[in-house]
């Protein structure tokens, strides 16, 4: 059986890049032996039933797989970017969940994101335990316009910034539309969602991605 190959996530910080960005990106990886899928964050969205982040998305998250991890000062040096706007995160997928009927993740590629922090008390184990065993069943139920679900445990903080990140939770919709709509699948479930999410989550910060087209 074949091991999974290293996962990487990479949030670039800051308000905003430029569309010339993801041509150096794209330039970067291809001089690399590794795959990547790209997230650029959607104007702002609401998010039923969520509190507002306390600070706008990431304008970027990249997921990066890779047999090494990544050269962060090689990195910015290619993205023309400072070092300290690049948040790198060396993680393991708990789960990446399709729902049944659905192809390999949504078509239009967008996706709900969020880095979130354990709650005050809980150590990490505890954490891990709580949002893969508890949580994962009451999201596939609850969410209902949900395609595709991945669960990111933070394993390491590879840079000075970014710290107090111990999971990054990707929820796959078909559409913008699915996703303002089909969030819950009803009251009840919109209920039981934030009364779990509290028990193991401090702060969170989330926002609304379309894949790049690689």
Not at 17 to 34: E, Y
């Amino acid at each position: 059986m074949n091991e999974p190959v290293p996962k990487f996530i990479l949030v670039v910080t800051g308000n905003s890049v430029d569309d010339a960005f993801f041509d150096r990106l794209r330039q970067h990886t291809r001089t690399l032996k590794g795959t990547s899928l790209t997230h650029r964050v959607l104007p702002e969205q609401s998010d039923p039933g969520s509190p507002r982040p306390p600070e706008p998305p990431a304008p970027v998250i990249v997921e990066w797989f890779a047999a090494a991890p990544p050269n962060r000062a090689d990195w910015a040096r290619a993205l023309q970017l400072d070092e300290e706007r690049l948040e790198w995160y060396d993680v393991s997928e708990a789960l990446r969940w399709q729902r049944p009927g659905v192809g390999h993740g949504p078509p239009t590629g967008i996706s709900h994101i969020c880095r979130v922090g354990r709650a005050t008390g809980l150590t990490m184990e505890q954490f891990e335990q709580h949002w893969t065993q508890v949580h994962r069943p009451l999201a596939q139920k609850h969410h209902l316009g949900m395609a595709l679900y991945v669960q990111n445990v933070v394993r390491r903080t590879l840079s000075t910034n970014g710290q107090g990140i111990d999971g990054i939770a990707e929820l796959g919709f078909p559409s913008v539309e699915a996703f303002t709509t089909e969030m819950y699948d009803s009251e009840e479930g919109r209920a039981a969602i934030s009364a779990d999410v509290a028990k193991f989550v401090g702060a969170a910060s989330c926002g609304l991605y379309q894949l790049v087209p690689g």
